[in-house]
């Protein structure tokens, strides 16, 4: 059942522009209206104008105006709820994309940036095999997982934005396909040798409490009894602490491309992305050359999302 | 419908419990405008049925077992069979359903199955209007639709719960909405002129009576408990023996049916008036021309015409309750002078038909000579000791009815006695003739009036004798005398129970006057209304063809209305926006489209270097719009209108 109707559907993709007419990438924001929002019963909305047609048949043939009216009633509330459905899409507003960042095999989040003048209810956006609902009132933001499978540039697919509101009898729908591609970072490889440390850093490696005074803070649970400066303390209403300086660790790393010599470009890529994923974990600095982009000592999550994008893009 | 699932599908998303509490009550509902038609067993037990299972979907949650399903279904068949004997017909039908609806529930779990129940439950509620389209039974049913429509609702994703009256609020506004077009779709929809199919209650009950008499034709008439008339007396009441009531005289006999005749109308009832009654009538609706009078009327009310029989019509069929004020004479010589041709016409019987009737009659009139009153002594004395029995439920007739009737079954009520009569005196010689009206009513102390009924509808003889002229014989009344002297409501008497006297029955009596609107609004609008529908506007007749035209006009004009609205948006509150969005659009025609990441400033720039010919208009326009956006907090209205107005007045040129 399911397979003729796909192929129905492409057929009519192919030949039919006016459903095909969004199809092209097109630029935010993204604005329904009447011209793309197409609307049919769903498969519970044609049994029940079956329904209401034997319900009229009963009721003419039987001269029961009280019945009549009782199908009216029915047939013009379904009527009404097919507006209320097209109502429902109209005017929605797509403004922007955000994308998080995800590593390659991971779903990434996409966040769109929705906007309605007045109370959309039940709306639903189809993203790949997701399916997010959500309600809009002015503006609303709808995060949906899209699932990633390469580094690099990934363009948004087409996606479909519909609803059944409000009783689930008539689906009204529109294709989107926003001009936007989210970045996919690089999966780092399972298990491989650690990052060659320089040699200057074993001696450093002990983290020890600087010498010199630097202030005086409240006592926190947890510090040792020996640095609570008492005389100070005698003349306040709680303990206080001295402070020491803590003085840098220097321990960066220096991850080069030049280095691995003898991998693929892929494998490469994915030890980099390993050695990066330790350094951001172990709260390291570190620097990255790269083919085509060399990038500075540094650290933190930016730092990290910096060297990560560089190795994405990478040929 | 019922039976194990296959296991293998994925599990689809169960309904929540607000959910199933709708549909519960959706099933409630039916149950409720069904009880009155089914054993008080089967409702209460369905009622157990759906009180359990909400309990157990609600504290005990699980499936119910699939080898519950089949011996519960088996058993509600039985029940049905039990109660009414087939599965098949209305009641049986309907109860069957509801039961079906109720087992349906208990394995309802996910949204398709609640949405097909939901579905379900408003068909069960329709047929319920089938047993009775009272007004208070309507507005149940119809109420009963919110919760099917408001499950349907909180089927739909991301919805908070609110209380359940408030979640239904939605689902009323909907259908108060809906009513314009429902009135509209009600009002044109073409009735049928005749059923496509037998019908359960046969609509003959609600036509009243008609202008020929054939064998069953009075027998769902007399159950027929509605309201014919209402006759108020100048004076006192006429008494009982002679609240006859004519409508139709009939004169031809085929061998089965009576049918009347077209007797001269602008001629005045030759009838001599020994003792008149002044009275008015209130008729129900019959959408036919006849006016039941007191026998015998001396002339026709404003707008009606007499016949030489006393027949009286009107000159428009009555679509709505009529009042006329008429004169009649209870004792009075009609017509002293048989004229040849009335007189033949009166005594015409088909031939071939009834040998033993006419055998008889040739025999009374053998054995008394010319002595007519004596031939219908015999007659009458033989329904009287002739073993005859009044029943409404008489066995059916052969070819020769008449004959059937007299000698085999000897059953059967006032069509079979007037008819019988009427073709023996006409066998013996003596002019006669079928009268068709009613007799009899219930006398309303209160309201010094008589209700007369449907159910008082009634059938006699008339035979002209020289001298008397003729002189009404009701035969019926020789083998039930109590039918003619106490009429349909019996011997009721003066005394008003407790619930119809004082407050009470005015309340009632004010309760009456809606449903009298409902009844003639509603309930009554059938096909000759329909086609009565623009009368007003100089429409005489509308027919089927021109229905279904305006039927399809209105839908188009409610269909543009409601694009209207499905399209309409709010217009931007900000004057001056609003007016540049204008602008914009004016530009864009014109090959400048504003970029979405573009100021007014820029862009208008731009504008000035695609249209060089404008520059002058379009430099003015853009320091009017830079002045009210960010000169001033609350800029000045005229620089407003002066924008408004240039923005109006602005025409781009194309560039070629």
């Known amino acids: ?315 | 419908m019922i039976g194990p699932r296959n296991a293998a599908q994925p599990v689809p998303a169960h309904v929540s419990e607000r959910t199933f509490d709708l549909l519960c009550l959706a099933a409630a509902f039916v149950l409720i405008v069904h009880t009155g038609h089914f054993s008080i067993w089967l409702s209460s037990a369905l009622f157990m049925a759906l009180a359990l299972r909400w309990w157990q979907r609600r504290y005990r949650p699980g499936r119910v077992p699939a080898w519950l399903k089949l011996p519960m279904l088996l058993i509600l068949v039985g029940v049905v069979v039990l109660d009414y004997g087939n599965i098949f017909g209305r009641e049986p039908g309907s109860a069957l359903a509801s039961g079906l609806l109720v087992l349906k529930l208990s394995e309802t779990e996910t949204p398709r199955d609640t949405r097909v129940a939901a579905a379900f439950a408003c068909f069960l509620l329709m047929a319920a209007l089938l047993f009775g389209q009272g007004m208070i039974a309507t507005f149940v049913v119809a109420l009963g639709l919110l919760p099917a429509l408001t499950t349907w609702r909180s089927l739909e994703p991301t919805q908070a719960t609110p209380s359940l009256p408030r979640q239904l609020l939605p689902a009323l506004g909907l259908l108060l909405v809906s009513l314009p077009l429902t009135l509209t779709a009600f009002m044109l929809v073409p009735r049928l002129s005749s059923p496509l199919w037998g019908s359960p209650n046969s609509a003959a009950a609600h036509t009243g009576l008609s202008d020929h008499m054939s064998p069953g034709d009075f027998d769902t008439l007399l159950t027929d408990d509605s309201p014919a008339m209402r006759v108020t007396f100048d004076g006192p009441p006429p008494p009982r023996g002679q609240r006859y009531f004519r409508a139709f005289v009939l004169w031809d006999y085929d061998g089965t049916n009576w049918t009347r005749i077209d007797t001269p109308t602008d001629v005045p009832i030759p009838v001599e008036a020994a003792q008149t009654v002044n009275y008015q009538i209130s008729l129900e609706p019959t959408h036919q021309r006849v006016l039941p009078t007191l026998d015998v009327p001396l002339r026709a009310p404003p707008q009606a015409q007499a016949h030489a029989d006393g027949e009286v019509f009107a000159d428009k069929p009555v679509d709505d309750v009529r009042d006329y004020a008429l004169t009649s004479a209870l004792r009075y010589r009609l017509q002293a002078h048989l004229d040849p041709a009335t007189r033949l016409r009166a005594l015409h019987l088909p031939d071939g038909f009834d040998p033993r009737a006419h055998a008889l009659a040739e025999q009374w009139r053998q054995r008394y000579g010319r002595n007519d009153a004596a031939i219908i002594e015999a007659a009458l004395a033989m329904f009287h000791n002739g073993g005859f029995r009044y029943t409404l439920l008489p066995a059916p007739l052969g070819h020769d009815a008449i004959d059937d009737f007299l000698f085999n079954t000897r059953e059967g009520f006032c069509e079979h006695y007037a008819s019988a009569f009427t073709v023996l005196m006409r066998a013996a010689g003596i002019p006669a003739r079928v009268v068709a009206g009613y007799q009899g009513g219930f006398w309303n102390n209160m309201g010094n009036y008589l209700l007369v009924r449907n159910s008082d509808a009634h059938a006699w003889s008339e035979v002209w004798l020289p001298g008397p002229g003729w002189v009404r014989i009701d035969p019926t009344a020789a083998v039930r005398p109590q039918r003619i002297s106490q009429g349909a409501a019996g011997a009721a008497g003066n005394q008003l129970p407790w619930y119809e006297s004082g407050l009470l029955q005015s309340m009632r009596n004010q309760w009456d006057i809606v449903n009298r609107w409902w009844n003639q609004g509603v309930i009554g609008f059938d096909a000759i209304r329909q086609h009565g529908l623009l009368t007003p506007f100089g429409i005489p007749d509308v027919d089927t063809e021109m229905l279904l035209k305006l039927l399809i006009i209105s839908m188009a004009v409610f269909g543009s209305a409601g694009l209207v609205w499905a399209l309409w948006r709010r217009p931007e509150s900000d004057l001056a926006l609003a007016a540049m969005r204008a602008l914009e659009r004016k530009l864009a025609h014109a090959g400048v489209v504003r970029k979405h990441s573009e100021g007014p400033q820029h862009f208008l720039r731009r504008a000035i270097h695609a249209l060089p010919g404008q520059r002058v208009e379009l430099d003015h326009l853009m320091r009017c719009y830079i002045e009210l956006r960010y000169a001033t907090v609350e800029p000045s209205t005229e620089l407003l209108r002066a924008f408004r107005l240039a923005v109006r007045n602005f025409q781009p040129h194309r560039m070629v």
């Open chain 1, 1 to 315: 059942m399911r397979a003729p109707f796909q192929r129905l559907q492409q057929w009519a993709e192919r030949r039919l522009p006016a459903l095909t007419r969004h199809r092209r990438a097109e630029e935010l924001p993204i604005q329904l209206h009447r011209r793309r929002i197409y609307i049919v019963p769903t498969g519970f909305g044609m049994a029940f104008t079956l329904l209401l047609l034997v319900m009229l048949a009963g009721s003419l043939n039987y001269a029961n105006n009280a019945a009549l009216l009782l199908t009216c009633l029915l047939g013009a509330a379904t009527s009404i709820s097919m507006l209320i459905a097209f109502r429902t899409l109209n005017g929605l507003r797509i403004r922007g994309v955000r994308a998080g960042h995800a590593t390659a095999g991971h779903p990434i989040d996409v966040t769109f940036d929705v906007e309605a003048s007045r109370l959309r209810q039940a709306v639903r956006l189809d993203l790949a095999d997701a399916t997010q609902a959500f309600d809009v009132d002015g503006r609303a933001d709808i995060t949906i997982n899209l699932p990633t499978e390469h580094r690099g540039w990934l363009s948004l697919p087409r996606l479909r934005i519909w609803t059944t509101w409000p009783m689930g009898l008539f689906r009204a729908w529109s294709w989107i396909h926003p001009q936007y591609a989210v970045l996919v970072w690089p999966r780092a490889e399972l298990s491989g040798p650690s990052p060659m440390l320089p040699l200057e850093d074993n001696r450093k490696q002990r983290l020890h409490v600087g010498e010199d005074l630097a202030s005086l803070r409240d006592y926190r649970s947890g510090d040792s009894m020996r640095h609570i400066a008492w005389k100070a303390s005698a003349r306040h209403e709680t303990l206080l602490v001295k402070d020491y300086e803590q003085p840098q660790a220097h321990h960066e790393w220096r991850f080069d491309w030049r280095d691995l010599r003898g991998l693929d470009n892929e494998a490469r890529i994915s030890r980099l992305a390993r050695w990066l994923d330790e350094a951001q974990a172990q709260g390291r600095q570190w620097s990255l050359w790269l083919p085509g982009e060399v990038i500075g000592i540094g650290g933190g999550p930016s730092h990290y999302a910096r060297c990560m994008s560089a190795l994405a893009v990478l040929p």
